[in-house]
């Protein structure tokens, strides 16, 4: 299945400023690509959805939880937007939600005036499946795999600055086991 999503209503709105498109993944699920060339710096989605308090984030993310140890649906939608409030991106109209996650990103997202951005760290050929670094605390990183297949990759979705922590965590865990 492939589906643009660049152009029409949306990308007139302002909320889809590049050409991006919706594929099957190598890393998972689904992903979105680049329609066309996308350039450095080049703002190409925002990440919208439900604007939330931190307990109602807290509240969703006890129901994900759950719904992940009953081997269903385990992924993280939700963003934190600032020190009060968080965007839940767990709805159909956000198809940046569709961005997965890679220790080796093309891309990163900055929060810009209150809008979360998805910006090209580096010039993006059409084609590309677009990721981001989702830079989840060392804390919970064995419940996070990673499939992305970077080079910088330690098999678990945690932020790049604590990735040692969890190459020491593994290197103690395989001493023991010899």
């Known amino acids: 299945?492939?589906?643009?999503?660049?152009?029409?209503?949306?990308a007139s709105e302002g909320k889809i400023p590049a050409d991006v498109r919706l594929d099957r993944s190598g890393v998972h699920g689904f992903g979105l690509f680049a329609g066309d060339f996308i350039p450095k710096d080049a703002r190409i989605i925002e990440?919208?959805?439900?604007?939330i308090t931190k307990a109602e984030a807290e509240r969703r993310e006890a129901r994900r939880l759950e719904r992940l140890a009953a081997g269903e649906d385990g992924c993280v939608y939700v963003f934190e937007?600032?020190?009060?409030?968080d965007i839940d991106g767990h709805v159909a109209w956000n198809p940046a939600r569709?961005?997965?996650?890679?220790?080796?990103?093309?891309?990163?997202?900055q929060n810009i005036r209150g809008h979360?951005?998805?910006?090209?760290?580096?010039?993006?050929?059409?084609?590309?499946?677009?990721?981001y670094d989702y830079g989840f605390d060392y804390s919970e990183w064995q419940d996070h795999p990673c499939r992305?297949?970077?080079?910088?990759c330690v098999g678990f979705i945690?932020?790049?600055?604590?990735?040692?922590?969890?190459?020491?965590?593994?290197?103690?865990?395989?001493?023991?086991?010899?």
């Open 1 to 10: 299945m492939s589906l643009s999503i660049g152009k029409g209503r949306l």
């Open 47 to 51: 990440y919208v959805g439900e604007r």
């Open 81 to 85: 937007l600032n020190q009060r409030y």
């Open 98 to 109: 569709r961005i997965n996650h890679s220790c080796g990103p093309n891309c990163e997202t």
């Open 116 to 131: 979360i951005w998805v910006i090209a760290l580096r010039d993006i050929a059409p084609d590309e499946e677009l990721n």
């Open 148 to 152: 992305c297949g970077a080079t910088e």
């Open 158 to 178: 945690v932020k790049a600055s604590q990735r040692w922590r969890v190459r020491r965590a593994l290197a103690a865990k395989r001493a023991i086991q010899t």
